[in-house]
């Protein structure tokens, strides 16, 4: 059963833009704190930031304000606006409940961020 649908990723310079979006097929999306989280293979996923059903926000220290994640309710849908993409940020990202990832995870998208 599909919960989660990531799409958005790319190939993308250092130093460039990114919008990811992550669309939640069930009903009660706007009762979650959502997430976006990302892996490097080999290594563990990590939260990269989160909204609460408030829409406060918190980040990842790596992320430097370079990120901004949103959500819209209406649509079920959760986006992560990147910026400043830096090599070191080529991960799959994957969204999710936060911090506690409680629903089936997606496919993910792929970032690559390579000259």
């Known amino acids: 059963q599909v919960q989660l649908a990531e799409s958005g990723g790319g190939l993308v310079q250092p130093g460039g833009s990114l919008r990811l979006s992550c669309t939640h097929f069930g009903f009660f ?12 293979p080999g290594k563990q996923r990590e939260l990269v930031a989160r909204i609460g059903v408030d829409n406060v926000t918190n980040y990842g220290d ?8 949103s959500r819209d309710n209406a649509k079920r849908t959760v ?3 990147m910026n400043s993409l830096e090599p070191e940020d080529t991960a799959v990202y994957y969204c999710n409940s936060a911090p506690n990832a409680r629903l089936t995870w997606g496919q993910g998208t792929q970032v690559t961020v390579s000259s």
């Open 29 to 40: 999306f706007h009762d979650y704190t959502m997430g976006w989280y990302r892996q490097v």
């Open 79 to 81: 986006y992560l606006q």
């Open 62 to 69: 790596f992320v430097k304000g370079r990120f901004a994640i």
